[in-house]
């Protein structure tokens, strides 16, 4: 089993930043994936980002493109999702994933493609 543990959310303003962490523990892989996800209330969860631990390629969905970026440490087995030039439209439950095996490109953002999941973080853009 994979633990997963998201912190870092909170309230900011338009504008604002925040970083998001999301620590696993548990079982480990030598490769595989890590996303986040999102869901605001009232919506589907929707992709945000992913990378992959072997190479830390990323992919982005482009409501975020330029203004959130994905990094990893995996010392830490530590996930981080930096936000910047946050907007109202950000503010969401934010979910970390980890997909235990290789995802095909065109997969990588199909929530059914990942293993665990954790309990996520609110963010909250004012306006």
């Known amino acids: 089993q994979v633990q997963l543990g998201e912190s870092g959310g909170g309230l900011v303003q338009t504008g604002g930043s925040l970083r998001l962490s999301c620590a696993s523990s548990?079982?480990?892989?030598?490769?595989?994936?890590m996303a986040w996800f999102r869901q605001a209330p009232g919506k589907e969860r929707e992709f945000v980002g992913v990378i992959r631990w072997s190479d830390s390629s990323t992919d982005y969905a482009d409501s975020v493109k330029g203004r959130f970026t994905i990094s990893g440490d995996s010392a830490k087995n530590t996930v981080y999702l930096q936000m910047n030039s946050l907007k109202p439209e950000d503010t969401a439950v934010y979910y970390c994933?980890?997909?235990?095996?290789?995802?095909?490109?065109?997969?990588?953002?199909?929530?059914?493609?990942?293993?665990?999941w954790g309990q996520g973080t609110q963010v909250t853009v004012s306006s």
């Open positions: 994933a980890v997909a235990r095996a290789l995802i095909p490109s065109a997969a990588l953002r199909s929530r059914s493609r990942y293993n665990f």
């Open positions: 548990g079982r480990t892989f030598s490769d595989g994936h």
